[in-house]
C-alpha cells in the first residue's frame, strides 16, 4: 500500500473508524465494559434475538459450540480445519492497476457465489478500475513452505459492480475461467448469511489476509468482538487486533467459518500502534441490498449461495410519492432440503374467481388464452376444466409433464401493490390429483431452484387482499418449475422487470403468456422427472394507438434451436416472432401473430438477443 492515492483511501478509512470507536468508548457501554462483561457472562450482553438466531446457526452434532462461545471450552471437532481449508481457498488477493497499467496496491477480497467477489470500496472504487485490476488465488505458502502456483482471474464489472462508500463494500463479478483454463468454481465460495447473531460480544473471529498485500495468512481466533456500532448508524463491528493491521477487504468469519463482517479498516491509537479493527456487518451490506433497487443489487443477491431471492420492482424519486411507497425485498435463508409443504388451500378459495380474463385489455381487444391443438395431454381439474384459475392468473397444466403448459396472468399497472414476500411455502393445488404435480420430492438436496413461472409481484394488484391472495396463489407448485441453479436468468430476469415497469409506470394493462418447451430430448431426473431447458413468453398490451401489440421472447442456447447439446448451457435471451413460438410449442396464439411487428417483417429470422432494453421491442 505504498502508492499514495492508495495510501489516502486507506487513511480516509481509517479516520471514519477511529472516530466511530472514539464515540462508541464515549458511550453508556464502554469498550472496556463491553469486553469485561463478554469475558466473564459472554452472551448475555447480546440482544435476545442475536442469541436465538446464533443458537441457530450451530450444527446440532457440535454439542460444544455454545461452550466455546462462553469461553468454557476450547476443543473443535477435527472437520474444523477441513472446512476452514475449503473457506481460506475462496479468499483472494486483489491487484488494483492505475490508469496507467501500473499496480497501486493490493486488497483481499472473497468468493462469495458464483463468480462473484466482495471486498472493499476503497480497494475497488469504480468499474473503470475493476476492468484494469485483477484477483490471484493461492498466493501462499504449501505445506513444505515453498510458494504454491497462483492462479489469476480477471474481474468483469460490466456484467456486476455494485459498491456503497459509506459502508465500503464493493461486489464485482469475476470471469469464469482463466486464460488458461482453469475453473474459477474449484475455489469454491465463503458463506454471507443476512440474518443477524453471527458473532456475540466476547466471541472470538478469524480473519483470513493477505497483510500489506503479502502470502495469505489467517489469525486464527485471534481476535474477539467488543462492540457493535449502533446498527442505524453503519453498523460495523469492532473487534480486538494486534499490532499489525489486517488488509482490506479480508473476511471476519466466526467458528462456522460464516463471514461475520468485511474488514475494511484499523483503528489506529492517539500515540501509534491499533486498539481496535473495525468491518462492516454483513446484515447491514444486506439491508442495503434489500434497500437500494437496481438490476445489478438483484443479481448480487441471486448469485449469492443459500439465498432465495425474491425483489421488488424499483420506484424511482418521482414514483416514491405513490400510494405504494418504495418497494423492497425481503430475502429468507434458502431451504432445499425437502420441507413438508403447506396444507392446501379449500377448493371453494377459487369459488368465485375468474382467473385470466381475456377481455382484460377491452372488449375491442380480445384476447382468448393459447391453447394447443391437441388437448389430450392436458389435465382436467375438480371442475372439469383444462384451465386453473386462480386470482388474476390461470394454469394450465400438463398431465404427462405435471408442468404447467402455460401460465397467462392479467396485471394492472394503475393499482398494483406492494406485497412485501413472507416466509412462504409452496402448496400442492387440491383441484388436481398430487401425482399430476411434481412436488417437493424434486427439490430435496439438489441444486434445483422452484422457477416461478408467474413472477410474485405480477398479479398483486387491486385491494390488498386481492393483491395478497394473487401473491400466495403464486407458491403453488402448479406455478413453477424445477430451474437448475446454473441456469443463465439474467437477461431473462431482466426482461421480466422492464415489461413489469413498463406497466407500472404507464398505469397500463397487459396480458402475459409464459411457458416452457417442452422437447423430447429433454433430461430426466431421478429417473422421473423430465426437466424442461427453455422457456419462452408472450406479452401483449394496446400501443400509444390503441391497437393491440404483441411481443414474443425465448430463452435458449446461444446456438438456438437446432442443437440442443446438452441439459444446461450457455443460455441467452431472445426476442422472437410470436409465431415462432407458436411453432415450438402448438399453441395457437391467433391475432397475436399478427399483432407482433416482428411476424409482419419481411426477410431475416426475427431473433435479437436482449442485452438492453432497446432489444427488448414492447412498448
Not at 136 to 146: G, N, P
Not at 307 to 326: C, F, K, M, N, T
Request: glycine letters at 8%.
Amino acid at each position: 500500500m505504498g502508492n499514495f492515492e492508495f495510501q489516502e483511501r486507506l487513511n480516509h478509512v481509517q479516520e471514519q473508524a477511529r472516530q466511530r470507536y472514539r464515540d462508541m468508548r464515549e458511550s453508556e457501554d464502554s469498550v472496556e465494559s463491553l469486553r469485561a462483561t463478554a469475558l466473564n457472562v459472554g452472551i448475555r450482553v447480546d440482544t435476545e434475538s442475536r442469541k436465538a438466531n446464533r443458537r441457530r446457526m450451530l450444527p446440532t452434532e457440535d454439542g460444544l459450540a455454545l461452550e466455546r462461545i462462553l469461553g468454557r471450552n476450547n476443543l473443535f471437532h477435527a472437520n474444523y480445519f477441513a472446512i476452514g481449508v475449503q473457506a481460506i481457498r475462496a479468499v483472494t488477493r486483489v491487484h488494483v492497476i492505475n490508469e496507467q497499467g501500473q499496480p497501486i496496491g493490493f486488497g483481499t477480497g472473497s468468493l462469495v457465489g458464483d463468480g462473484i467477489l466482495v471486498t472493499n470500496n476503497h480497494v475497488l472504487q469504480s468499474v473503470a478500475e475493476a476492468r484494469r485490476s485483477f484477483v490471484e488465488f493461492d498466493f501462499e505458502y504449501d505445506e513444505l513452505y515453498r510458494p504454491k502456483r497462483t492462479y489469476h482471474f480477471a474481474l468483469d464489472p460490466d456484467a456486476i459492480f455494485v459498491t456503497d462508500r459509506k459502508l465500503d463494500f464493493t461486489f464485482v463479478a469475476v470471469r469464469a475461467t482463466e486464460a488458461n483454463g482453469q475453473p474459477l468454481s474449484q475455489f469454491g465460495y465463503i458463506r454471507m448469511i443476512e440474518d443477524t447473531g453471527k458473532a456475540l460480544i466476547g466471541e472470538p473471529v478469524t480473519i483470513v489476509q493477505h497483510p500489506k498485500g503479502g502470502l495469505k495468512q489467517v489469525a486464527l481466533r485471534d481476535s474477539k468482538v467488543i462492540g457493535l456500532a449502533p446498527f442505524e448508524d453503519g453498523g460495523f463491528l469492532h473487534y480486538t487486533t494486534d499490532t499489525e493491521p489486517g488488509s482490506s477487504g479480508s473476511p471476519v468469519v466466526n467458528d462456522q467459518w460464516q463471514m461475520v463482517a468485511l474488514h475494511h479498516a484499523g483503528v489506529p491509537g492517539a500515540t501509534g500502534g491499533w486498539v481496535a479493527n473495525e468491518g462492516t456487518r454483513v446484515s447491514k451490506i444486506f439491508e442495503h441490498l434489500r434497500e437500494t433497487y437496481s438490476i445489478e443489487t438483484r443479481e448480487v443477491i441471486r448469485r449469492l449461495k443459500d439465498v432465495d431471492v425474491d425483489i421488488a420492482l424499483p420506484l424511482d424519486r418521482e414514483h416514491r410519492g405513490r400510494s405504494r411507497g418504495a418497494a423492497k425485498r425481503s430475502t429468507t435463508v434458502r431451504v432445499n432440503d425437502g420441507e413438508a409443504e403447506e396444507e392446501s388451500f379449500r377448493i371453494d378459495r377459487w369459488r368465485d374467481v375468474t382467473g385470466y380474463k381475456k377481455d382484460f385489455l377491452g372488449a375491442e381487444a380480445m384476447v382468448p388464452m393459447p391453447l394447443p391443438a391437441d388437448m389430450t395431454d392436458l389435465s382436467v381439474g375438480s371442475g372439469g376444466e383444462h384451465e386453473l384459475k386462480y386470482h388474476h392468473f390461470s394454469v394450465v397444466m400438463s398431465r404427462m409433464r405435471r408442468l404447467a403448459y402455460l401460465t397467462a396472468v392479467n396485471v394492472d399497472g394503475a393499482s398494483l401493490v406492494d406485497v412485501r414476500r413472507r416466509n412462504t411455502r409452496w402448496r400442492l393445488d387440491p383441484r388436481l390429483p398430487g401425482n399430476l404435480q411434481i412436488d417437493n420430492r424434486c427439490y430435496k438436496r439438489n441444486d434445483l431452484d422452484r422457477g416461478h413461472l408467474v413472477r410474485r409481484l405480477t398479479p398483486v394488484w387491486g385491494t390488498d387482499a386481492e393483491a395478497r391472495r394473487a401473491e400466495e396463489d403464486t407458491f403453488h407448485y402448479t406455478n413453477c418449475v424445477p430451474q437448475h441453479k446454473d441456469l443463465n436468468q439474467r437477461s431473462w430476469l431482466d426482461l421480466e422487470d422492464y415489461i413489469l415497469e413498463r406497466v407500472d409506470w404507464g398505469n397500463i394493462r397487459a396480458s402475459i403468456f409464459t411457458g416452457p418447451v417442452f422437447r423430447p430430448d429433454d433430461m430426466i431426473y431421478r429417473n422421473e422427472y423430465q426437466i424442461p431447458a427453455e422457456y419462452w413468453k408472450v406479452a401483449v398490451a394496446l400501443d400509444a394507438r390503441g391497437r393491440l401489440t404483441a411481443a414474443g421472447y425465448l430463452q435458449t442456447q446461444k446456438r438456438l434451436i437446432a442443437n440442443l447439446e446438452a441439459a444446461f448451457g450457455d443460455y441467452k435471451t431472445y426476442r422472437v416472432p410470436v409465431s415462432l413460438i407458436a411453432e415450438l410449442t402448438d399453441l395457437d396464439f391467433g391475432t397475436l401473430v399478427a399483432a407482433d411487428p416482428r411476424s409482419r417483417q419481411e426477410g431475416g429470422d426475427g431473433f435479437t438477443e436482449i442485452k438492453g432494453s432497446e432489444d427488448i421491442d414492447f412498448l
